[in-house]
């Protein structure tokens, strides 16, 4: 059986994240989420089976954490798909550096919304100076990773369509 994700959506209906089967099945066996959905695959067990839950909705409301709010080097790579953000190369993990927007050495952070994948190329054209000082263009402005961009390309392959309602491709 391949590793089926559930969707879990808050009590308003706001995706949270994909979890495992043994959460899935602990939420509704302790009757804190609702079935919305289903896979066609069973889980058996000793004393019956199921359809594998593909979207679960939280019965309670809770406070909501947005995914992936700590920096990270993974995330940035993901988010920008490997590809340089001056001159769009696609680049092999061995390539890819992370380029401060505004240099740290100008007080800029390191953050989702200051960092993006480079290429070593422009990265030393670039140096210590903002886009605009070293005459150079972002193809696109850096932006906090969503949960979206986070999940597609890590599930497409177990994708539910059902999952389209409350996950925008």
């Not at 193809?139 to 990773?145: G, R, T």
Request: overall charge positive; hydrophobic content about 30%.
């Amino acid at each position: 059986m391949q590793n089926l994700k559930t969707l879990l959506l808050s009590a308003s209906y706001e995706t949270l994240s994909l979890i495992n089967e043994r959460k899935a099945l602990k939420l509704l066996l302790k009757d804190k989420a609702e079935l919305i959905s289903s896979w066609e695959e069973d889980i058996t067990w000793g004393s019956g089976k199921m359809k594998y839950p593909a979207i679960l909705k939280l019965k309670n409301h809770i406070k909501i954490t947005y995914f992936n709010t700590n920096f990270s080097r993974k995330s940035v790579v993901k988010r920008d798909q490997s590809y340089c953000q001056y001159c769009n190369k696609k680049l092999s993990p061995s390539q890819i550096t992370i380029d401060h927007v505004i240099p740290k050495s100008q007080k800029g952070s390191t953050s989702f919304t200051n960092c993006v994948v480079c290429c070593n190329a422009c990265n030393s054209k670039k140096a210590d100076r903002t886009p605009e000082q070293a005459g150079m263009k972002l193809l696109k402005k850096p932006v906090h990773p969503s949960f979206t961009s986070n999940y597609i390309s890590e599930y497409q392959d177990q994708w539910h369509n059902d999952w389209n309602s409350y996950i925008l491709k």
